[in-house]
């Protein structure tokens, strides 16, 4: 089974920027859509979104820029956020747009402030 990665995350200053990236694989990309995931310990796993959509503003007010990016060639899934705010401070994660969901990476932890 493809075991998801992800990588790019950090501490970031108000207003900055930071490029995550997930290692999955071209098989599942060609066949699935995929996501990004925000999750805050004790609380549920949270859609940021994925390439064809961005729910993270409209449901959390989440402000910022938020893009998903993808390479099927090289099984890799990017998620760009500009503009962070301290609201977006949290552990990023990649998977599957629906249920049931692959088993979760460990993703990386995203830090928005001074």
């Known amino acids: 089974q493809v075991k998801l990665e992800e990588s790019g995350g950090g501490l970031v200053p108000p207003g900055g920027s930071l490029r995550l990236s997930c290692t999955a694989s071209p098989d599942l990309l060609r066949t699935t859509t995929m996501a990004w995931f925000r999750h805050i310990e004790g609380d549920d796993y949270e859609l940021v979104g994925s390439?064809?959509?961005?729910?993270?503003n409209t449901r959390n007010s989440i402000k910022g820029r938020f893009t998903v990016m993808e390479s099927v060639e090289q099984g890799k899934i990017w998620l760009q956020m500009d503009g962070l705010t301290s609201k977006a401070t949290g552990r990023y994660h990649c998977n599957s747009l629906s249920s049931p969901h692959l088993p979760w990476g460990p993703g990386t932890q995203v830090t928005v402030g001074s």
């Open positions: 390439k064809k959509q961005i729910w993270f």
